[in-house]
């Protein structure tokens, strides 16, 4: 029997509903960790905005039929609404029971999320074909990295050999094509080229391993049709497979982007709303493809004389959710919000223009800016939002453009009304840019041909209990950062080291977690010995961090490189490596397509938003335990933070017990440490 959790007994709506709560204003405090946040619902509140924060309470109590994913719209005789307690209720009308209505709502909302991240990935792929081929110009994009290119050319079987930067890129741009649209039976280049080979076999076993990206879109929607796949164990297949297309997506797009767009390197900056600086012409660029926000920051420091003409001190470009980071990482540009706080960073009054691309854009941010001077500007022919400026992005054209936009935003700046600025003094350092080559760059100061046994080392002496990567999304269902940062921080006082993406490095950098030196404040013994005896290995510009900013969600893929190299370095496959994964508040469908490809590649994976899979035991248990028996890798569904940090911390014992005791073994009697988990 699954445990049934409702996120919302955890967040406001319950909460408001006891006797004697006082309404809004303590309530609005109450929904988030992020003093900035906290202070800009209050403005909301006395101004009258409608923010996602309300508008959750406002959907209260949410359909349960949704909530435990049995209710099917895959045809037009429904909705079905599955209820197996009830008769005539226990299956739809073509008599799909609620195991294959779950599994095919899940597989579905995989392939959303597989879909985003290709279609990211691609796009960057484009983009350096066309560079490759001269059909866009050096001023707008050129390859800034040619010794990664270089390693990627090697890594997919490419010869390197005097083979000039251009057709270098050229060939690897046409590589990484190939992955989406194949026709013959070999796996993806991108999945096979960066896994253990016992996840090769592993995934060739089950048959998951995806042939092209696009294929197992279109098959896992075709599988899931109406009278198609009604076994959900095969579904969940299909859907894994749509899962580790995702994975191979994501990867391609972050080495593209570090070829394109340069390999981060640590870099000093600051984090929350407090860098929006009413003195400037303030843009927030918001969405994930660094292929526009990257020339907007080029085309700001170009007019930053214009908007001293205007009145203002320069032009400061800051970043919301994935996008931000992918420009906190390189150029060390202001991250401004995670997800949740994107309406509030408009209710400042001093956000002259916010440029979106794609993904994880509210709709909202149009009717907050109505109420400002803020220019909401679309960019992508998928991202229309009525009432916003819409600009066509085309990177052949793309200084051209973005300097058109920053143009708008100084023109904007002279329309701002003092009387709406409610600047906010919350703001952290941040210590960010730690892609693996950093990470290994750090690490190979103790052992440069062996970056990283020195982690495996320190997990094996005790001195730190394991790895994790925190990952996923803010979801208005929990208090804003509450779980991230009571998750985080219960890890790093336990002697984890941590690595984290997205929202959830969004949450991490606003708490000042990731500032120079924290990891004095929030590490464990062990973990503060292991920080200092590589930050005293070698000349340090910036202090080290508590939990290292490894980028954007597709950036995911960096852990999995990390957590791909510690099994090559114990000669172990995945599942038997100290590493899990924890995605606190996931929202997205693109955190479902990552949680599954995570859990598949052997990594007990932490949830803390009950997923929409409880109703039907079946699925409950593949996800929570028989993946575990398949993949080594598991989900823990934990919406409580406390029994999280406990439960994490018992996964990762649970390998550094087995690895020390198959070590034992393996010594006395010559055995190979790979047999088995
Ligand atoms: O891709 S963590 S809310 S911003 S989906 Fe979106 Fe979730 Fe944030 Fe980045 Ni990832
Ligand atoms: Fe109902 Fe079956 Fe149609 Fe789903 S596919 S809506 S369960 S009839």
Redesign the pocket.
């Known amino acids: 029997m699954s445990p049934r959790h409702r996120n919302t007994s955890l967040g406001f709506a319950a909460t408001a509903k006891q006797p004697g709560a006082k309404p809004r204003r303590d309530a609005d405090a109450r929904r988030t960790q992020d003093p900035a946040a906290c202070e800009l619902l209050e403005e909301a509140q006395a101004r009258g905005i409608t923010t996602a924060f309300d508008r959750f309470i406002a959907q209260q109590p949410q359909c349960g039929f949704g909530l435990d994913g049995v209710c099917c719209r895959v045809c037009l005789q429904g909705p079905c609404r599955i209820n197996p307690r009830k008769a005539g209720m226990e299956k739809g009308i073509c008599g799909a029971q609620d195991y294959t209505v779950v599994a095919r709502n899940l597989a579905r909302a995989i392939a959303g999320g597989t879909a985003c991240h290709s279609d990211h990935g691609r796009h960057i792929a484009k983009v350096l074909l066309h560079v490759a081929e001269g059909e866009i110009g050096e001023e707008n994009y050129r390859v800034s990295d040619p010794e990664k290119l270089r390693r990627i050319a090697t890594r997919i079987g490419l010869e390197t050999e005097g083979v000039a930067v251009a057709d270098l890129a050229r060939r690897v741009a046409l590589a990484a094509l190939a992955d989406y649209g194949r026709h013959t039976d070999e796996t993806c280049t991108w999945l096979t080229t960066t896994i253990t080979p016992g996840r090769q076999t592993k995934f060739k076993h089950c048959a998951i391993a995806p042939t092209a990206i696009d294929r197992s879109i279109t098959d896992i929607i075709t599988q899931t049709a109406m009278g198609m796949d009604a076994d959900p164990v095969n579904i969940i297949f299909g859907g894994l497979k749509t899962a580790l297309s995702d994975y191979t997506g994501m990867h391609l797009s972050t080495d593209l982007s570090d070829v394109l767009f340069g390999t981060p390197t640590p870099v000093l900056s600051q984090a929350n709303l407090g860098v929006i600086d009413p003195a400037y012409v303030n843009i927030a660029t918001h969405g994930?493809n660094p292929t526009l926000s990257s020339l907007v920051v080029d085309a700001a420091q170009e007019l930053a004389g214009e908007a001293r003409q205007a009145g203002a001190k320069g032009v400061n470009v800051v970043g919301i959710?994935?996008t931000g980071?992918e420009l906190l990482m390189r150029d060390g540009v202001y991250l401004a919000s995670?997800?949740a706080g994107q309406e509030l960073a408009i209710m400042t009054g001093a956000l002259d223009a916010m440029i979106v691309d794609i993904?994880?854009i509210m709709p909202s941010v149009r009717a907050v800016a109505e109420c400002y001077h803020t220019a909401v500007i679309a960019t992508n022919p998928l991202v229309k939002i009525p009432g916003a400026h819409h600009v066509d992005f085309r990177e052949e054209t793309a200084l051209a453009t973005a300097k058109e936009m920053v143009r708008l935003a100084i023109r904007s700046y002279g329309k701002r009304d003092p009387a709406k600025l409610r600047v906010s003094e919350h703001k952290q350092d941040v210590v960010a840019g730690w892609s693996l080559e950093a990470l290994f760059e750090l690490l190979g100061r103790i052992d440069a041909d062996h970056p990283a046994r020195v982690l495996t080392d320190a997990i094996l002496e005790g001195e730190i209990r394991g790895v994790a990567l925190f990952?996923?999304?803010?979801n208005l269902k929990v208090n804003h950062d509450q779980s991230h940062l009571a998750i985080l921080k219960g890890l790093l006082a336990n002697d984890v080291f941590v690595v984290a993406?997205?929202?959830?490095a969004?949450a991490a950098a606003k708490a000042g977690l990731m500032a120079p030196g924290s990891y004095e404040e929030y590490g464990g013994e062990g973990l503060k010995k292991f920080l200092a005896r590589l930050s005293q290995a070698g000349a340090t510009r910036h202090g080290l961090p508590a939990v290292f900013h490894l980028g954007?969600?597709?950036d995911n893929t960096r852990a999995a490189d990390l957590w791909t190299a510690m099994a090559r370095e114990l000669d172990v496959d995945v599942p038997k490596v100290p590493f899990v994964a924890s995605a606190p508040e996931?929202?997205?469908e693109?955190?479902v397509s990552?949680g599954s490809w995570v859990v598949a590649m052997g990594i007990p994976t932490h949830v803390g938003i009950m997923p929409q899979i409880e109703g039907s035991e079946l699925v409950y248990g593949v996800g929570t335990q028989i993946a575990h028996d398949v993949y080594g890798g598991y989900f823990i569904l934990d919406p409580n933070p406390t029994t999280a940090v406990e439960r994490l911390l018992d996964a990762l014992e649970y390998r550094v017990w087995k690895l020390r005791v198959h070590r034992k073994a393996a010594d006395r009697f010559g055995a190979a440490l790979t047999a088995g988990y």
Do not use: F, R
């Not at 993406?501 to 959830?504: D, E, I, R």
């Open positions: 994930h959710c994935c980071n995670n997800v993904q994880c990952a996923g999304c803010n993406t997205g929202c959830s969004g954007s969600c597709v996931a929202m997205h693109k955190a990552i």
